[in-house]
């Protein structure tokens, strides 16, 4: 898989090295775009000598877009400025006012936005503006496609956007700016392809290539495992990861080991052998204790959770729910630790303990509210009306109803039971 990011950035990086055209278009999508934005930020990070500004609001219309755009400038723009103006340079604290009226044309306020970023650059022969437009979601492709090459088009031979290049995502299955591709003059065009079909043969490549380091060698290995496990292939699945497993137990690193010894666990509990499933977690508890992974003890300790709480072993699924959510709470992850309050409340009901039922869904309305996650507090208000519900308190019941409809009724979903 190495390879094919490196393909990316090579052909990303041969973009940026040439000086005549002035956009590359590329057809990505979802296996494509995450991998698209890291090349990008990797490029950048990688002591490029180009400014980079990247936008990955998502599209809808473009009004909507050309709004986000000026807003996510602005944000990094406020505090890049009291830097600049620390170093003496004379650059306003905030965007000028033309730039935030809404009421303007959106292909002006961005040209004029990008004007403004490049005018930010001290020497233009040594450094280019490269915009990426990186939406994550593209509502209306049309739209999108009228409005990047509005953007791009340009008179020469002095053009608007001179030591500019702009990077510009299109949905794979509605490329209409590559369809138009004969309309774009100084346009190039990339389609990356990062499908399940293109992954595999890459990693099944460099798992087999004896000329790649051993540790390269099995990291791919893990991969391909992970990826048999996602599509059911079980018996090729459980040799790869036993592989793993013997190798990592030798020569190391213990979070490794342990993870391999989880994925046989993952193994045997999608076979339905419950007990060696079990057995194959606890395995792996051993090392992923031993190196203090908390990666590693999330996904086993959270994987013993599941697997208790699906044969109703109640008091051991809420141990290992409230050990997962020690784990999230020390690594500041509030979406993790909301889903296992709402679990650890599930399983004080099984227990017949509405009390504590109550406190640790009671817990997560409040963390809930603290971290703005709609679905979380809808899920456990539910939990909690439905409780009062069952128990026959009316008053307490009707306390909270008007708090679930209204979240109800502004298209917030809770989660499935």
């Avoid at 992974?293 to 809420?318: D, G, K, S, Y």
Wanted: proline share 6%; aromatic share 8%.
């Amino acid at each position: 898989m190495r390879k094919l990011f490196e393909q990316m950035r090579t052909r990303l990086e041969s973009f940026l090295g040439q000086r005549r055209n002035l956009l590359l278009v590329v057809s990505a999508g979802p296996a494509e775009y995450l991998p698209l934005v890291s090349t990008i930020d990797g490029i950048e990070q990688g002591g490029s000598a180009d400014a980079f500004w990247l936008f990955l609001d998502p599209f809808d219309n473009p009004p909507q877009y050309a709004k986000a755009v000026v807003a996510s400038f602005r944000t990094r723009y406020t505090v890049l400025a009291v830097e600049l103006q620390k170093a003496g340079l004379s650059v306003p604290s905030d965007l000028p006012a033309t730039l935030l009226d809404e009421r303007r044309p959106p292909v002006d306020r961005l040209r004029e936005l990008f004007l403004f970023a490049r005018d930010l650059i001290d020497d233009l022969e040594a450094t280019r503006l490269v915009v990426g437009l990186l939406p994550s979601k593209i509502a209306a492709p049309l739209p999108y496609a009228q409005l990047i090459m509005a953007l791009a088009t340009h008179e020469t031979p002095v053009p608007w956007c001179h030591h500019m290049r702009f990077i510009a995502r299109e949905e794979a299955q509605q490329a209409l700016l590559t369809e138009h591709a004969r309309a774009m003059v100084r346009t190039e065009f990339y389609a990356p392809n990062l499908g399940q079909d293109a992954v595999q043969a890459s990693l099944e490549d460099e798992a087999n290539d004896a000329s790649l380091p051993l540790p390269q060698r099995m990291q791919s290995l893990l991969l391909l495992a992970g990826m048999d496990l996602a599509y059911q292939r079980l018996p090729a699945a459980m040799e790869k990861y036993k592989l793993l497993a013997d190798y990592h137990q030798v020569i190391g690193p213990p979070p490794l080991h342990a993870l391999a010894l989880n994925g046989m666990g993952e193994v045997w509990d999608r076979a339905g052998n419950e007990k060696e499933a079990q057995r194959h977690f606890e395995m792996a508890l051993v090392p992923a204790l031993t190196s203090k992974n908390p990666p590693a003890l999330i996904n086993i300790t959270l994987n013993l959770a599941n697997l208790h709480r699906t044969h109703e072993r109640w008091q051991m699924a809420f141990d290992h729910y409230n050990a997962v959510s020690a784990l999230a709470k020390a690594t500041c992850s509030a979406m993790l630790q909301l889903r296992c309050l709402e679990q650890m409340g599930f399983c004080r009901y099984k227990l017949g303990d509405h009390t504590g039922a109550w406190a640790q869904w009671n817990a997560g309305v409040v963390l809930a509210r603290g971290v703005e996650s709609r679905e979380d507090l809808l899920d456990c208000l539910e939990r909690i009306r439905n409780l009062f519900k069952e128990l026959g308190m009316t008053d307490r019941r009707k306390q909270v109803e008007p708090e679930v409809e209204a979240l109800k009724r502004q298209g917030v979903r809770s989660y499935p039971a």
